[in-house]
């Protein structure tokens, strides 16, 4: 009976140490998929996606900020390393020849 008590013991450790673990790490992903910005836009495309990282982090949520070679023109490295620095995912987002 001790050996069924330690083993039960021990499963109810593992659960809960995995439990507490688990639940203190976000249970989602929230990706904001920026398509290839094409050239010479009129407007400053980054004021959005500027206002929706303050947004998320006014709440504590970090982002998944999908970017590629064309928003060069619009997002500084500067701001990439902050979001970055801040818990933003920063992603590469590519698209093909063919999409």
Known sequence: MPILRTKIFLIS?????????FSASPYYFIAIHNEPAPPNLPVDVSVTLKQMVRKADSYNI?????????????ISDSIINVWRQDGHEIAAHHHSTIH
């Open 13 to 21: 450790l593992i659960v809960s140490l995995f439990t507490s673990v």
């Open 62 to 74: 970090k982002l998944t900020i999908m970017l590629n070679s064309s928003w060069e023109d619009y």
